[in-house]
Nanobody
Framework: QVQLVESGGGLVQDGGSLRLSCAASGSIFSINGMGWYRQVPGKQRELVATITSGGSTNYADSVKGRFTISRDNAKTTAYLQMNSLKPEDTAVYYC?????????????????WGQGTLVTVSS
């Protein structure tokens, strides 16, 4: 069993900051890339930011210069520091990771999603 658990969402005013966390747990052999996505009701889920195991990052144009993705040294937790938040950043934020899991039958490569955390930015 492998899971991702997000935390850190909440209500913040326009221009404020929040820090999201995504912790991976379970039968993990290694974690490749991790990323944050967001979804607004009625719209497709969109990429916010990704980070590779080597630390390379990629951001959506809409968040460049405001959001920063990072990982801890153990590389099992990803963070999303969100500054200068805008009402249009309001969404459910999901964590995603490519995880190699080792079980009794050997290795499996899994794409895992967290349950999501709601970020609301008031104007």
């Amino acid at each position: 069993q492998v899971q991702l658990v997000e935390s850190g969402g909440g209500l913040v005013q326009d221009g404020g900051s929040l820090r999201l966390s995504c912790a991976a747990s379970g039968s993990i052999f290694s974690i490749n890339g991790m990323g944050w996505y967001r979804q607004v009701p009625g719209k497709q889920r969109e990429l916010v930011a990704t980070i590779t195991s080597g630390g390379s990052t990629n951001y959506a144009d809409s968040v460049k210069g405001r959001f920063t993705i990072s990982r801890d040294n153990a590389k099992t937790t990803a963070y999303l520091q969100m500054n200068s938040l805008k009402p249009e950043d309001t969404a459910v934020y999901y964590c995603n990771a490519g995880i190699a899991s080792r079980g009794p039958s050997g290795f499996k490569y899994l794409e895992v999603w967290g349950q999501g955390t709601l970020v609301t930015v008031s104007s």
